[in-house]
């Protein structure tokens, strides 16, 4: 006997992801919004048990991945993040984006909205080349960012 209403799990192959000023939202795969906070331990006199606080948090980056296309803007944002690392005149804040994750119900109707605040891109793999291979080319890029929250 069941007593409530089910749960009902989201599905996590049906997704977006929405990014400030660069055109792209179709992504073969996206890794995993992690986070952790470091837990600070002090044993203070004689006690038995140490008193527990958290620390500073981390955030894992993100790899988007999708196939090769004609659609250039993806390497255009990594090339803005060099020029800026490179100090070739760039105000620092002008290569971060901030993109949202979408998830989708298999209807289409979004699910689930992550934040992901100020992203830049660390990483860009524009794929490899095989003459005896029937798949597509895959280009990667890394992100890396200050925080992500869920959009209510």
Not at 11 to 18: A, D, H, I, T
Not at 71 to 83: G, H, I, M, P, S
Not at 86 to 92: K, P, R, V
Request: hydrophobic fraction near 40%.
């Amino acid at each position: 006997m069941v007593i409530g209403t089910p749960r009902v799990y989201h599905k996590k192959f049906k997704f977006l992801v929405e990014i400030d000023e660069v055109a792209v939202a179709a992504f073969r795969t996206c890794s995993e919004l992690s986070a952790e906070i470091a837990k600070i331990e002090q044993s203070e006199g004689g006690a038995l048990i140490p008193n527990k606080s958290p620390g500073r948090v981390t955030y894992t980056d993100i790899t988007l991945e999708r196939g090769a296309t004609d659609d250039f803007d993806l390497f255009a944002w990594f090339k803005e993040t060099v020029n800026a690392a490179a100090n070739i005149g760039l105000d620092e804040p002008e290569f971060k984006r901030d993109l949202d994750i979408v998830q989708l119900s298999r209807s289409g109707a979004e699910v689930r909205r992550w934040n992901v605040v100020q992203a830049w891109p660390t990483k860009f793999i524009a794929g490899e080349w095989d003459n005896e291979a029937d798949e597509n080319t895959i280009e990667s890029v890394t992100l890396t960012y200050d925080f992500f929250d869920l959009a209510a």
